[in-house]
Nanobody
Framework: QVPLVESGGGLVMAGGSLRLSCAAS????????MGWFRQAPGKEREFVAT????????YYADSVKGRFTISRDNSKNTVYLQMNSLKPEDTAIYYC???????????????????WGQGTQVSVSA
């Protein structure tokens, strides 16, 4: 088990910004591909963004492309999700995800994730 702890969620008005962080307690996470998913009430968990283990490759869902940016700082065992131009439809619980692999795969399915964080709530008001 690799503990992942998200932070940075909150309530923001439409058009605003938030920055989510995902901190891992183990140094080995620096060798993992990392990602973010989200789950809105009554909906299935969906893919948001991923980043390769060195940070050289990123991939985004069409719904967030151009507005969200995923990044990582392996010296801090931390992954970030910068969210700009937020919309009410971005309201969801956001989950950090990790895959124990150095093989780059852009979009993940829920079943391909090895480790999950506990989630952080993001609410965007109109």
């Amino acid at each position: 088990q690799v503990p992942l702890v998200e932070s940075g969620g909150g309530l923001v008005m439409a058009g605003g910004s938030l920055r989510l962080s995902c901190a891992a307690s183990e140094r080995t996470v620096s060798n993992y591909a990392m990602g973010w998913f989200r789950q809105a009430p009554g909906k299935e968990r969906e893919f948001v963004a991923t980043i390769s283990w060195r940070g050289g490759s990123t991939y985004y869902a069409d719904s967030v492309k151009g507005r969200f940016t995923i990044s990582r700082d392996n010296s801090k065992n931390t992954v970030y999700l910068q969210m700009n131009s937020l919309k009410p439809e971005d309201t969801a619980i956001y989950y950090c995800a990790a895959r124990n692999t150095r093989i780059w795969v852009g979009e993940w399915s829920v079943s391909e994730v090895d480790y999950w964080g506990q989630g952080t709530q993001v609410s965007v008001s109109a």
